[in-house]
């Protein structure tokens, strides 16, 4: 079971560059979730979509956008990559039934 | 105040001791409890529910103090294998968009 997959795993911007991180899930999950990991803190959740059609904003989602393609893809877009978005992400899907999150491997995230 | 607070170690040490973590929560209303495992450069993994009567898996035993809102991990018979960053997860529902994830303890068991 390939479970929850991102790419790319790694990834180095310029200030200013644009890129998607992509995420894709096969377990059939309604609920999707992209966070953000620096050091020294917990996971912080930049936006949510709880079933294909829907996305909404979490914690942190200033410079951030997404879409949810389908059931299975939902994907984070940087605009204009700041310094600050320097982070690892992670994106995770939950089945509803279940509290459990699922998460992918993560893409560390380098704007210079 | 932040909302999930953990001290974040790292806590070192021998294989085969007992080791017990706490993590503080500030949302009196929370209602969901976890603790995942972080291995170095991984994705976190759940390792446990945190359930109000306490909850063995194994090894490992969790606690919730509903009044102190804390919640505790112990392990025991600590192994090789058990070094990693564990993560307190607390939600005000069961609703994944809702859970706060403490920042983590790191362990380091030694041979």
């Known amino acids: 079971n390939a479970g929850v997959t991102q790419t790319p795993k790694f990834q180095v911007l310029k200030t200013g560059q644009s890129m998607t991180l992509q995420c894709a899930q096969d377990?059939?999950?309604?609920?999707m979730y992209w966070y953000r990991q620096d050091p020294g803190m917990g996971l912080r959740l930049i936006y949510y979509s709880a079933s294909e059609g829907t996305t909404d904003k979490g914690e942190v989602p200033n410079g951030y956008n997404v879409s949810r393609l389908n059931k299975r893809e939902f994907s984070l877009r940087l605009e204009s990559a700041a310094p600050s978005q320097t982070s690892v992400y992670f994106c995770a899907s939950r089945d509803g039934g279940s509290e459990k999150l699922f998460f992918g491997s993560g893409t560390q995230l380098s704007v210079l | 105040r932040k909302e999930v607070e953990q001290d974040p170690g790292p806590f070192n040490v021998p294989e085969g001791a007992t080791v017990a973590f706490n993590c503080t929560y500030s949302n009196s209303a929370s209602q969901s409890f976890f603790w995942y495992r972080q291995d170095c450069r991984k994705e976190p993994k759940l390792l446990m529910s945190v359930y109000s009567s306490g909850n063995e898996d194994g090894r490992f035993t969790a606690q919730l103090n509903r009044a102190s809102q804390y919640i505790s991990l112990l392990i025991r018979d600590s192994k090789l294998s058990d070094s990693a960053t564990y993560l307190c997860v607390v939600g005000w529902d069961n609703y994944g968009q809702n859970f706060v994830f403490g920042p983590g303890t790191r362990l380091s068991v030694l041979p």
């Open positions: 377990m059939n999950h309604n609920s």
